[in-house]
């Protein structure tokens, strides 16, 4: 996997809130970088904040108004980050090293102004190559940029990994190293499926599947934006020395199995409704508002029989109560609401199943066997996902690991 | 007092770390805000951080480094005022308001670049003018700079009542007010003197002399600043309606009282060395590895007789560890020291003083009738202070201020 690394000495290095999560954590860090140093790297640092500040400040945002996001919001939680990259500059200057923390008016990343969710634009690579051309360290802030009125916007969830990403891009590296406190992305996860293994490569469209299908490693824009800029992305444990998951162009991955990994997500419900007007002007009136109150809408079905017109869809569990609200007071007097909680998704993600057909009936065939309902199915070109019972998650996915010959044994 | 009120409708309020120290606060303070624009007020507002984040952040730090000063240090402190600027922000946004929180570079503060006691160099008036041109209320982070390159800086303690007397000047404004959490200045502390009361004025030069004798009420700097500009500094409590104090030029106060005030540094020591080398040589040298690692010195004496040369001099109790340390292993061999604990000092200050004769004899003699004895003396044109007893402190206290005709039945 070496002959992966970018050839040149600057490799972009992301840590996240876990790993500088508290002082002893960050002289960990620190020590690493000195190593790294020491044979003849020249790191360019990214940090989170430390682990429960964001929640801290989200909870003191939401003591006064928890609908508020906006300019004032941004300028709060971009704080955490502040800290964190001070200490990690401390840590390194006691070390010897010269490091320079760098806030995003600093370093200059450019973002749009869509607050709490904003798209970097640019990021001053001529600023960067300076820092580094003096023999200093760059430590920047995640998360965090500004706009063109030199506001400070923050990224969502999981920014610092874009931050990490669209620096790498922006310097011209091949490759970023985003540490964690997982040693890999894992063919499953393996709280639930105990044959599950850590996968040596990914690549970019199943890492974005498998974002989009809860897993939490690491955030879809970030994987999304390595994908356009061909950069590597090296996920690895921030207090292992071996390597983790490298996520990687498809054409660059030795093998393509038809099912790299199963994923789930354990906490959905399904709203049914029946019945409903034909067409779609009703539809399109409900997602409306629904999305309008930021319910999210996953996996969407319709079916009519002599009775009528059936809708049913699946949402997350936190979203349930709002849904049924919305829909019960604009068209409780028209369709019956039939709610069912305690459901899971549970996929299949590869990009090989675009070589391969029948993967749908092993996928269905393997949860008949095991006497599991499938509620709601969605598929594309490389995932197969279905909504079950919750209680029959685990049984699901160890099903399915082993169905496509996943098992650490195998 | 109102005559001394600027007639422009834009107001400087500076709110100290107690005023914002939690949600709860913050949310008084935005109401009494939006009671001050219902009247017509075009605020201006500054923010200390929230008591005890400071603190916080200074021991992450130490956790480090304790002894590293410097650019990552500037920037950690900082983002204290970040965070309750921008929770100030969102109280005011919930009441209707517009505000527009602001960090030192988006405002423009420049510094020089002493990092943690940095200089205000210039303010950005035009840029504050433009926003409350637009409606805006202005809320500036208190305590924090940017140099010419950008980079955060940090004033000192106390650093968030100088950004508000900056703003003021920066203005043409011609007072400023500073929210905390005591309604106004003392003749004494109340609690070492229950006579004490609140004075409805003060002059610059002795608030300066007073910040600089142990009183916390406001920083030494602050003061400077406002007497070179001539802003009127009125200071009074964020919970309170009524006045508190005005510190005003001399030639605006009513009247010059001999003495305003009485003010006390409860843990002081005295390090005491005989004999000393004759000639500056020895002072020049002592003194210097004494500033060098940060001890502070107070009042020095120097006295001789027919067995030679003595030296004294008084500095604070946290000092005194590390300058035994630094005297004894430099001249341990030549001289002896000795040392006395549980000292305080004990001040007079008013700027009537110079104006009347036998201040100091009265001084002294209340001290003498009360049998204290003093150590060392040190006095100025508005100032009279002696090394006493710590556990005579009281005793002094409240017999000068009786003395000088301060008690509150007086």
Redesign the interface.
């Known amino acids: 996997m070496n002959s992966m690394k970018t050839q040149s000495s600057v490799v972009v290095k992301k840590f996240g809130g876990t790993s500088v999560g508290s002082?002893e954590r960050?002289?960990q860090v620190a020590e690493r970088v000195l190593g790294d140093t020491r044979k003849g790297q020249k790191p360019i640092l990214v940090a989170s904040a430390m682990s429960g500040e964001t929640n801290r400040?989200v909870s003191?945002?939401s003591?006064?108004?928890p609908a508020?996001r906006?300019?004032?919001?941004d300028?709060?939680l971009?704080?955490g980050e502040?800290?964190s990259?001070?200490?990690l500059?401390?840590?390194l200057?006691?070390r010897g090293l010269k490091?320079?923390?760098l806030?995003a008016?600093?370093l200059g990343i450019q973002t749009d102004s869509l607050f709490s969710k904003a798209r970097i634009l640019s990021v001053n690579h001529e600023k960067m190559n300076s820092i580094i051309a003096a023999g200093k360290i760059p430590i920047v802030a995640g998360f965090q940029g500004v706009n063109e009125i030199?506001?400070?916007t923050t990224l969502g969830r999981g920014g610092s990994d874009t931050t990490a990403v669209a620096l790498a891009a922006a310097i011209g590296a091949d490759s970023c190293e985003i540490y964690t406190d997982v040693p890999a992305v894992f063919s499953a996860d393996p709280r639930l499926v105990p044959k599950a293994k850590e996968l040596p490569v990914l690549r970019y469209d199943e890492m974005m599947e498998m974002a989009s299908l809860g897993s939490k490693v690491l955030h879809f824009r970030c994987v999304e934006l390595a994908a356009k800029y061909k950069i590597k992305i090296h996920l690895r444990s921030t207090f292992e020395k071996r390597e983790g998951t490298w996520i990687v162009p498809e054409e660059e991955a030795m093998e393509n199995p038809v099912v790299s990994a199963v994923t789930h997500e354990p906490l959905t419900a399904v709203i049914k409704l029946f019945p409903v007007p034909k067409g779609t002007g009703f539809l399109a009136d409900l997602f409306d508002k629904l999305s309008k109150n930021n319910v999210v809408i996953d996996i969407i079905t319709q079916s009519h029989n002599e009775e009528g017109q059936r809708l049913a869809f699946s949402l997350p569990m936190e979203d349930l109560e709002q849904a049924k609200e919305i829909i019960g007071s604009s068209y409780g007097d028209q369709v019956n609401i039939s709610v069912m909680q305690d459901k899971a998704k549970i996929s299949i993600v590869g990009v090989g199943m675009r070589n391969y057909t029948g993967v749908a009936y092993r996928f269905f065939n393997c949860l008949n066997k095991n006497e599991i309902d499938v509620d709601l199915v969605t598929t594309s070109d490389i995932k197969v996902s279905a909504i079950i019972d919750k209680d029959k998650l685990s049984q699901a996915a160890i099903g399915l690991h082993s169905e496509f010959g996943l098992d650490n044994d195998q």
Request: proline letters at 5%; aromatic letters at 8%; charged letters at 20%.
């Open positions: 002082i960050i002289e400040l003191l945002a003591e006064i108004n508020y906006g300019e004032a919001y300028m709060l971009a704080s502040q800290v990259i001070s200490l500059a401390m840590a200057e006691k490091p320079e923390p806030l008016y600093q030199h506001k400070i």
